[in-house]
Nanobody
Framework: QVQLVESGGGLVQTGGSLRLSCTNS????????TAWFRQAPGKEREAVLC????????YYLDSVKGRFSISRDSAKNTVYLEMKSLKPEDTADYYC???????????????WGQGTQVTVSS
């Protein structure tokens, strides 16, 4: 079975909000850096942002600054991606990934979730 499970994706109108969850049951999430990636149709997977095990946050996409935020709930072993002011360009499959440190390179992560689809209609 998968170690990370994403949830919360769906269909939302432009300007709407959505919260994605990444939950792990195989290990304690608080000891890992967790990143969110996304992949739109016909495009390469790209890093969105990451939270380290010390809760330092790094943004990899200028286009989501001020609109997306990441947080951790250690008690629930869950990392959240809160998205607001959504745009059609945000439409993609969203994945969470865990590793010892944050990185923008997908190949640096050893643990991935199955992905959750986000569609923003105009």
């Amino acid at each position: 079975q998968v170690q990370l499970v994403e949830s919360g994706g769906g269909l939302v109108q432009t300007g709407g909000s959505l919260r994605l969850s990444c939950t792990n049951s195989a290990f304690t999430m608080e000891y890992y850096a967790t990143a969110w990636f996304r992949q739109a149709p016909g495009k390469e997977r790209e890093a969105v942002l990451c939270i380290s095990h010390q809760n330092k946050i790094t943004y990899y996409l200028d286009s989501v600054k001020g609109r997306f935020s990441i947080s951790r709930d250690s008690a629930k072993n869950t990392v959240y991606l809160e998205m607001k002011s959504l745009k059609p360009e945000d439409t993609a499959d969203y994945y969470c990934a865990a590793e010892s440190v944050c990185s923008y390179k997908s190949q640096d992560y050893g643990t991935w979730g199955q992905g959750t689809q986000v569609t923003v209609s105009s």
